[in-house]
């Protein structure tokens, strides 16, 4: 394979932009990014980035699939299906999410990604960095668009099955279901990103939870608590929620689901400017409709999810009374960081690779267009659309 010296672009650093940078790649990493063209001494092969950007490669640590797959349809053609429809989108590493469902759904989906996580080939799309345990330990009241029967309190003996598979790098639990805290911790010996999701917890349970070693709450604003939810659950006092703590402790990060549906301008900003790009990161979060026309898709597993409908820009539950996750890619989801918020370029594609990769444990080798990291990169127009993707220095053939 023949180096590549990338030229007539822009590059996207974390904290800054490189006018008419020279990105050199080779033997699938990045040797150097420079604003003078690098002496070559062996042949190589010239990509023009005609006067766009270049970006490292995205990473989306909370997404169900795409294309008309779900990662919990369980076999590892839903499993390709997905990470390719996602890295047309520029995603370059993935994390498989799993939803509510029996434990052998949830086997099933690990055993489907275990199989093309080891084909380590360059064609399935996406690299799997490792599996989202996100359903089924969710709370009764924050179950969302998911299945109901599908969820349950965490027991040590279902998830330490899962966590033993070796592929879990990110786990989600409610903070107020009995044996949350035991799941942090053994989630914790794991080296796991530890999140708080679907919950209705209080202030005091995040309290515990933190010390748990939980720190990242998933979808802000989607499917968690807040003052007047807690009261509800806990009655007066009113009571601290999920969004004071996140947004009252620095140490703790979140993510937004940027579609322009989900929330609104000043909410994304809103989360930007108290969480800053270090520690909000941009998620698809999007379900199998992903690139899919308007029509009804199950949500989860193929053969019993719960139906939810796509009207072309967003999943909605049945009777259209909430929003069911997204149906578009992570091209879509920094655009509209762009146009919706404060953020510079830079930080809007932080959050979107350098920002998740911190906090999953993989920005040693990928994240952002730095020497030495993988040459999962992505080239776009000056409109932030799309036009070439290169995972390890392989151009995906769509
Ligand atoms: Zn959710
Ligand atoms: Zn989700």
């Given at each position: 394979m023949k180096p590549l010296l990338f030229r007539n672009l822009t590059a996207i650093l974390p904290d800054c932009l490189v006018d008419e940078a020279w990105v050199l790649c080779e033997k699938g990493k990045i040797v150097s990014v420079s604003k003078k063209r690098p002496k070559m001494a062996r042949e190589f092969e010239v990509i023009d980035g005609s006067g766009g950007y270049l970006a490292p490669g995205f990473i989306d640590m909370h997404v169900h699939g795409g294309d008309g797959a779900d990662?919990?349809?369980?076999?590892s053609e839903a499993v390709r299906v997905a990470c390719r429809a996602h890295a047309r989108h520029g995603t370059t590493t993935i994390f498989p999410t799993t939803t509510t469902g029996s434990p052998e759904q949830i086997h099933a989906m690990l055993d489907a990604v275990k199989t093309v996580k080891s084909e380590?080939?360059?064609?399935?799309?996406a690299r799997i960095e490792?599996?989202?345990?996100?359903?089924?330990?969710?709370?009764e009241d924050k179950v969302g668009c998911h299945s109901v029967s599908g969820r349950r309190q965490p027991v040590a003996a279902e998830y330490r099955a899962y966590f033993e598979s070796g592929l879990v790098r990110i786990a989600t639990c409610a903070a107020e279901l009995p044996g949350a805290i035991e799941f942090y911790h053994e989630a914790k010996k794991r080296r796991c990103l530890i999140t708080c999701g679907h919950s209705n917890a209080s202030w005091p349970e995040m309290v515990a939870a933190f010390k748990a070693g939980m720190r990242h709450v998933d979808h802000f604003w989607c499917a968690m608590s807040n003052v007047a939810s807690v009261r509800s659950r806990l009655g007066v006092p009113m009571r601290g929620s999920m969004l004071e703590f996140v947004l009252g402790t620095a140490d703790m990060s979140t993510e937004v689901i940027a579609d322009g549906c989900h929330l609104a301008p000043e909410l994304l900003d809103f989360a930007f400017r108290l969480k800053g790009p270090r520690k909000l990161c941009l998620v698809t979060d999007a379900n199998r409709a992903l690139d899919l026309p308007p029509g009804n898709y199950r949500f989860g597993a193929v053969a019993d999810g719960s139906w939810f409908e796509s009207d072309g820009r967003v999943g909605w539950s049945q009777g259209r009374t909430s929003l069911a996750s997204s149906i578009v890619g992570m091209d879509h989801m920094m655009r509209q960081m762009k146009r919706d918020t404060s953020a510079t370029l830079p930080e809007v594609v932080r959050m979107a690779s350098l920002t998740p990769a911190e906090l999953t444990g993989i920005a040693k080798r990928t994240g952002s267009l730095e020497a030495g990291k993988n040459a999962d990169v992505v080239l776009l127009s000056r409109k932030l659309e799309v036009r070439s993707v290169f995972i390890g220095g392989v151009e995906l053939q769509t």
């Amino acid at each position: 394979m023949k180096p590549l010296l990338f030229r007539n672009l822009t590059a996207i650093l974390p904290d800054c932009l490189v006018d008419e940078a020279w990105v050199l790649c080779e033997k699938g990493k990045i040797v150097s990014v420079s604003k003078k063209r690098p002496k070559m001494a062996r042949e190589f092969e010239v990509i023009d980035g005609s006067g766009g950007y270049l970006a490292p490669g995205f990473i989306d640590m909370h997404v169900h699939g795409g294309d008309g797959a779900d990662f919990m349809d369980g076999t590892s053609e839903a499993v390709r299906v997905a990470c390719r429809a996602h890295a047309r989108h520029g995603t370059t590493t993935i994390f498989p999410t799993t939803t509510t469902g029996s434990p052998e759904q949830i086997h099933a989906m690990l055993d489907a990604v275990k199989t093309v996580k080891s084909e380590k080939c360059l064609m399935n799309g996406a690299r799997i960095e490792g599996v989202h345990l996100y359903g089924p330990f969710f709370a009764e009241d924050k179950v969302g668009c998911h299945s109901v029967s599908g969820r349950r309190q965490p027991v040590a003996a279902e998830y330490r099955a899962y966590f033993e598979s070796g592929l879990v790098r990110i786990a989600t639990c409610a903070a107020e279901l009995p044996g949350a805290i035991e799941f942090y911790h053994e989630a914790k010996k794991r080296r796991c990103l530890i999140t708080c999701g679907h919950s209705n917890a209080s202030w005091p349970e995040m309290v515990a939870a933190f010390k748990a070693g939980m720190r990242h709450v998933d979808h802000f604003w989607c499917a968690m608590s807040n003052v007047a939810s807690v009261r509800s659950r806990l009655g007066v006092p009113m009571r601290g929620s999920m969004l004071e703590f996140v947004l009252g402790t620095a140490d703790m990060s979140t993510e937004v689901i940027a579609d322009g549906c989900h929330l609104a301008p000043e909410l994304l900003d809103f989360a930007f400017r108290l969480k800053g790009p270090r520690k909000l990161c941009l998620v698809t979060d999007a379900n199998r409709a992903l690139d899919l026309p308007p029509g009804n898709y199950r949500f989860g597993a193929v053969a019993d999810g719960s139906w939810f409908e796509s009207d072309g820009r967003v999943g909605w539950s049945q009777g259209r009374t909430s929003l069911a996750s997204s149906i578009v890619g992570m091209d879509h989801m920094m655009r509209q960081m762009k146009r919706d918020t404060s953020a510079t370029l830079p930080e809007v594609v932080r959050m979107a690779s350098l920002t998740p990769a911190e906090l999953t444990g993989i920005a040693k080798r990928t994240g952002s267009l730095e020497a030495g990291k993988n040459a999962d990169v992505v080239l776009l127009s000056r409109k932030l659309e799309v036009r070439s993707v290169f995972i390890g220095g392989v151009e995906l053939q769509t």
